[in-house]
């Protein structure tokens, strides 16, 4: 008698391919983010000596005190005041830098009241404030040394 | 003349792309997928700025105000290099050494900011001061977008 052997095809099992694809779709479904997080941009400068030479004499000095109550240039002021207040200066000096002293008591938040409005200058006046510095608590002590009064209090 | 007896055709759902479809959506996933490396609960302070978005891969700095087991608040510091999820760090001296671990690589790798609005000033003010000595020079102070109401 002659046996005749029956030929398997050759293929690959691609049964279970839709239930593993659809199982990592849910996987990234459900753990991706889409960039929840913003901010604002802030630089800092390279921590050089050089950087006692600002002319403070020049620059707009804005004070803050604890509750979110704001001097700019040792006048009380609004936050909706600084940008109309600061807008003739900056016409003249585009690059004037503006001084932005926090007191170590004022929280987070008030600070950041304050520099939101001024980075809001290209939308209130038409013109970006560009030139922000933010003394830290090192950068004081430097300057009290050198001038022997702090000069932002 | 006789006329045919019209076929049947079977009714069946076209599964022939569904393949494709599932790949797509794959290689979609895959590529916008951001895994958070914080998740610490923060109450950020407003902004009316459109915030600038965060890159992939920035540090993470954070000062939170935190209930502790007594029911009173303490200040924890995390950090996270952008990859790992944050950890606690001790005290800014700690969070120095983490700093400067990455900005000896890339002096201008971005740095995200998040403090609690209420925390005081003087706190943030030792941060920025650690950060300035390790060399870090791009911070992105994280806000939660303030939108007029209605």
Do not use: C
């Amino acid at each position: 008698m002659k046996l005749v052997s029956k030929k398997s095809e050759v293929e690959i099992p691609t049964a279970s391919m839709a239930d593993i694809a659809f199982l990592l779709i849910i996987f990234f479904m459900v753990t991706t983010v889409f960039s929840a997080t913003k901010g604002l941009d802030f630089k800092l400068p390279k921590d050089e000596d050089e950087q006692l030479d600002t002319e403070t004499v020049e620059a707009a000095y804005i004070k803050v005190h604890p509750g979110g109550a704001v001097e700019v240039d040792r006048q009380p002021m609004a936050l909706d005041q600084i940008l109309p207040y600061l807008q003739p200066k900056l016409e003249r000096w585009p690059d004037k830098p503006i001084i932005l002293y926090t007191l170590p008591e004022a929280s987070y938040g008030d600070m950041i009241a304050v520099y939101d409005t001024l980075k809001q200058g290209p939308q209130q006046i038409g013109m970006e404030v560009t030139n922000i510095g933010i003394p830290t608590h090192r950068e004081i002590a430097q300057y009290t040394e050198i001038f022997g009064y702090n000069p932002f209090d | 003349m006789a006329i045919h007896k019209s076929k049947d055709v079977k009714a069946y759902i076209p599964t022939a792309s569904m393949a494709d479809i599932a790949f797509l959506l794959i290689i979609f996933f895959m590529v916008t997928t951001v895994f958070q490396v914080d998740k610490t609960p923060v109450n950020l302070p407003g902004s009316w700025m459109r915030p600038t978005e965060i890159p992939r891969k920035a540090a993470f700095v954070v000062l939170a105000e935190l209930t502790s087991g007594a029911g009173g608040k303490e200040l924890v510091y995390k950090f996270s290099d952008g990859v790992d999820t944050s950890h606690v760090v001790p005290d800014t001296d700690a969070l120095y050494f983490e700093v400067i671990n990455i900005t000896g690589l890339n002096p201008l790798h971005p740095f995200v900011i998040k403090i609690d609005k209420d925390v005081k000033y003087s706190k943030v003010d030792e941060i920025l001061d650690a950060m300035r000595r390790a060399g870090a020079q791009d911070l992105i102070l994280m806000t939660e977008q303030k939108t007029v109401p209605g």
